[in-house]
């Protein structure tokens, strides 16, 4: 077997069920989950009815490159949103089975593993498929931590020259996962900058942009400010988006990769062989969802009330803040993250998950530590419940 398997560390949730089976939870109380980011408002009906209309396509094998009319629909959404002047649907973009297993894809095909040192940098704390595409490309991830003092976003400035030299990929994440911390278009100016005179790829996770608060800006996305730096090929960049978070279809496994020609062709070459073409029912269903942005409006303002509420509830007893987007609070804990999880669910049956499971040790530091990840998922009425039984818990504390 591929010894870089041995590299790989157990999924955050593995080391929560752990946490919890040394405790019994309260069964008085129902439980409430907000440790996993699955999105559980109702997903479209029109995209289930798409679903369904194209059901006998089961009969056909679909291609890697997908329908036209899907890389058309994806490239009129990303005009829509990010005002972009030009995307080719044929040369930049690919559909995918969801941005999971299209970032973990996406290294295999990018790093060069014969250099004498690839790394892969990434934030920290991180989405944990990053780390694992990285060790399994055969390259080194390289953590850069995302704290308080600097708005959560890494400091990239900070990074040696060495480092940026031996850099192949580098993973952002906007807006963060847990953080929901967003890159804006001096960040980017930046990282490009950097890109070119290292030569890596910028690979820009972006499935959570369209859950914002009510009346904000939308985030900033790498192709809108490759766009406003007048770099409409995109060059050295690729971003991933997903219908998951966007319209409540998790089970759909459904997004797209788009971006510099020069890296999408290639790695459709690799996918061609990697087996991963997208289900022609579900590219119709996606058609649907990607032509439609009323339900967005709805899911975002579901979200902005869930915000409000149990920031309202939390604030007086817990340092807790509105992230820029996202739908995570990534909040202070008053007691060591583990700790606190564990006793939360054993008192009051709520789940959340500690912030060290999603970030490595660097230097002694886990930007983690002492924090716990909220998804705000449930339905309105059980993160209030949640809420206050946090409330009630940080009170005895």
Request: with cysteine; charged share 20%.
């Amino acid at each position: 077997m591929n010894p870089d398997l041995s590299k790989l560390q157990p999924y955050p949730f593995e080391k929560l069920a752990r946490l919890k089976s040394a405790v019994t939870p309260n069964e008085a109380l129902p439980h409430i989950a907000l440790s996993i980011g699955e999105p559980r408002h109702p997903s479209p009906a029109f995209v289930q009815q798409a679903l369904t209309d194209h059901i006998a396509c089961l009969e056909n094998y679909p291609t890697t490159k997908g329908l036209p009319q899907l890389s058309e629909s994806i490239a009129g959404w990303l005009k829509r949103r990010f005002t972009l002047q030009q995307i080719d649907p044929v040369t930049q973009i690919i559909p995918v089975n969801g941005t999971r297993e299209a970032l973990f894809a996406f290294a295999q095909a990018a790093v060069d593993r014969s250099a004498a040192n690839p790394l892969v940098l990434s934030p920290n704390p991180f989405y944990q498929i990053y780390e694992g595409a990285a060790y399994l490309a055969g390259a080194t991830p390289y953590f850069l931590p995302c704290l308080a003092e600097n708005g959560f976003k890494p400091d990239y400035a900070a990074v040696p020259a060495s480092v940026w030299d031996d850099c192949q990929l580098l993973f952002i994440c906007t807006p963060g996962n847990p953080t929901g911390a967003t890159l804006n278009i001096g960040d980017f100016e930046m990282l490009l900058e950097l890109a070119d005179k290292h030569q890596f790829i910028l690979a820009s996770d972006e499935c959570y942009s369209e859950i914002y608060v009510d009346g904000k800006e939308a985030p900033m996305g790498l192709l809108q400010a490759c766009a406003q730096l007048g770099r409409h090929d995109y060059k050295r960049c690729v971003v991933f988006h997903s219908l998951s978070k966007r319209s409540n279809l998790p089970g759909l496994r459904s997004g797209f990769i788009a971006g510099d020609a020069s890296l999408i062709q290639p790695f459709l070459l690799y996918r061609t062989y990697h087996g991963c073409a997208m289900p022609l029912q579900t590219q119709y269903a996606s058609i649907a969802a990607w032509n439609d942005e009323a339900h967005v409006v709805q899911n975002r303002a579901d979200y902005t009330q869930k915000f409000r509420q149990v920031i309202d509830i939390l604030s007086p007893v817990m340092a807790v803040e509105q992230s820029d987007a996202g739908f995570y609070l990534w909040v202070e804990t008053p007691v060591d993250d583990e700790t606190f999880a564990q006793q939360l669910f054993a008192r009051q049956n709520v789940t959340v998950l500690p912030g060290s499971y999603l970030s490595r040790n660097v230097n002694d530091i886990n930007p983690g530590s002492n924090r716990v990840r909220m998804a705000l998922v449930a339905s309105v009425e059980e993160c209030t419940e949640a809420a206050l039984r946090i409330r009630r818990f940080v009170e005895s504390l």
